[in-house]
């Protein structure tokens, strides 16, 4: 939950640098754009479930090599060494 709200923080921050202040046409005042219309705007999927997709997708990935690969033990949490100090 934590790690979502601030993705979503970084998301909003770096379009409101993409696409600079909002010139209102009639008045001729500049202002931020309120988070709804950034969304309007940028009609991609999250940041955050982008992320969580490919995280999902790398899972599948090592899930599929089978217990003989080093990195699908770590993933289950079964390694069969030490660590080398």
Same mark, same amino acid.
Request: overall charge positive; charged content about 45%.
């Given at each position: 939950?934590?790690?979502?709200? #601030?993705?979503?923080?970084?998301?909003?921050?770096?379009? #409101?640098?993409? !696409?600079?202040?909002? #010139? =209102?046409?009639?008045?001729? =005042?500049? *202002?931020? !754009?309120?988070?709804?219309?950034?969304?309007?705007?940028?009609?991609?999927?999250?940041? !955050? *479930?982008?992320?969580?997709? #490919?995280?999902?997708?790398?899972?599948?990935?090592?899930? +599929?090599? /089978? =217990? +003989?690969? =080093?990195?699908? *033990?770590?993933?289950? /949490?079964?390694?069969?060494?030490? +660590?080398? !100090?």
């Amino acid at each position: 939950m934590r790690e979502e709200r #601030r993705l979503r923080v970084l998301e909003i921050r770096v379009l #409101r640098k993409i !696409f600079g202040p909002m #010139r =209102d046409e009639v008045t001729e =005042d500049s *202002r931020k !754009f309120h988070n709804e219309e950034l969304n309007d705007l940028y009609s991609s999927s999250s940041i !955050f *479930r982008i992320s969580k997709s #490919r995280r999902m997708k790398w899972a599948r990935h090592v899930a +599929r090599m /089978g =217990d +003989r690969k =080093d990195i699908y *033990r770590v993933m289950v /949490g079964k390694p069969e060494e030490k +660590r080398p !100090f």
